[in-house]
């Protein structure tokens, strides 16, 4: 906290994703109690210039060092640091004047800052899943010598607090809802043609492309169930997932009694972004109201998992522990970007990860080290898989 001004300090990774600019959106409602002190993106100098502009950080960088020599050229003379390379990432994460840190990265690229914005004391505000999926057992020694963690996925933010107040010996099980993404309902035959365009249509939320394909396969649930054992601590087999399609309902607890606690608000990633910039206390006024004269229906269905197979896949790594989790994370960002590129039909997604999952034996992650190495060899295995696939038309994943 700033002493003259009282502000909280944050540095946002990631600032100009969908997560980021609305951060950014949290940030300006509430000039009086947030400031900026530092942003990075991956290679987008053009946005990342009117942000800098606009918030005035002490700190910017891009990992793209082509991009950050021109974001340097135009900044020049305004007195904000630039930096360039994935070391910017580790920079902004343990900023001297930053209370916060929000992890927007996309990918295991996070797993780093995650780890030294730990290291150097800060809340860690995560909505990088991959960072708890690659390196839990890292993220989870880093938080018992300091830091903290706010959850930013809406499931795992309204999981949080959900369980605030509450003693986990009183928890019987954590229930993720999903919203089924675009091919709800569908037989497992008809998503053998399904294009890049309708794979990206999500119903519910507008967000990044790999996630949003993710949500298609049902991954991200995966990936989020995998998030929900290292955050919260439960066993697999007390970690749920229910189909919620109007997404209204967040997430669930379910208690020894058998009552349920749930989170519930119309979709906007702003409110768990807020929860956590502001946490413990919560600022208003919201940024969408839901009136609950105006909501029809909440309805729940459980998943397909013949259909939706990376849900299984995703458990299978988790109770597997160990690197087991990462190299299922690298196998499935390999494979997403064939799709998306028009080199693997949309079913070839899980079909790569799963190959890459049988060739692997786990073992324990210790250093960032044994992360680095594994993820490595799982994308070079998945695009093994890949190539091997792609002797076929790739014709259906293509826009």
């Not at 947030?34 to 960088?61: C, D, I, K, M």
């Not at 996630?211 to 995998?226: C, F, Q, W």
């Not at 590129?341 to 070839?348: E, I, N, S, T, V």
């Amino acid at each position: 906290m700033d002493k003259e001004t009282g502000k909280r300090g944050v540095s946002i990774l990631g600032s100009t994703g969908s997560i980021g600019r609305q951060a950014l959106e949290v940030v300006e409602a509430h000039p009086d109690r947030l400031r900026v002190v530092a942003l990075t993106a991956h290679s987008n100098y053009q946005l990342l210039e009117e942000q800098a502009r606009r918030f005035r950080p002490l700190f910017v960088g891009l990992v793209d060092e082509g991009a950050a020599a021109e974001l340097r050229r135009r900044l020049s003379g305004m007195g904000m640091a630039v930096s360039a390379g994935a070391e910017c990432l580790l920079e902004a994460a343990v900023h001297p004047e930053a209370e916060v840190v929000l992890n927007a990265v996309v990918g295991s690229a996070g797993l780093p800052p995650t780890l030294a914005a730990l290291g150097a004391g800060k809340r860690l505000a995560l909505a990088n899943k991959e960072s708890m999926v690659a390196g839990g057992d890292l993220v989870l020694q880093a938080l018992r010598e300091g830091g903290e963690i706010v959850p930013v996925d809406s499931e795992h933010g309204a999981v949080f607090h959900c369980l605030r107040g509450e003693e986990m010996r009183h928890v019987e099980s954590i229930v993720l809802t999903a919203s089924g993404g675009p091919f709800r309902g569908r037989r497992r035959e008809d998503l053998a043609s399904v294009t890049v365009r309708e794979a990206l249509s999500h119903p519910t939320w507008s967000m990044g492309r790999k996630i949003t394909v993710d949500s298609a396969t049902l991954m991200n649930k995966g990936l989020e169930v995998i998030e929900a054992h290292f955050l919260f601590g439960l066993p697999y087999s007390r970690i749920k997932v229910v189909v919620h399609p109007q997404s209204v309902i967040h997430s669930l607890v379910e208690f020894v009694d058998g009552s349920f606690a749930a989170q519930l608000s119309l979709p906007d990633m702003r409110l768990p972004i807020s929860l956590a910039l502001s946490y413990p206390e919560r600022w208003g006024p919201p940024f969408t109201r839901t009136v609950l004269a105006e909501l029809e229906k909440l309805t729940f269905e459980e998943v397909d998992r013949e259909t939706f197979a990376c849900l299984d896949l995703a458990y299978r790594a988790g109770e597997a522990g160990g690197t087991a989790p990462a190299v299922l994370n690298a196998a499935n960002e390999v494979a997403v970007a064939a799709f998306l590129r028009g080199r693997l039909p949309f079913l070839g997604i899980e079909e790569v990860i799963a190959a890459t999952l049988e060739e692997h034996r786990p073992r324990p992650v210790r250093t960032l080290q044994d992360v680095q190495e594994v993820e490595e060899w799982a994308r070079a295995r998945a695009e093994e898989a890949v190539e091997t696939q792609a002797g076929n038309p790739a014709e259906p994943g293509r826009s």
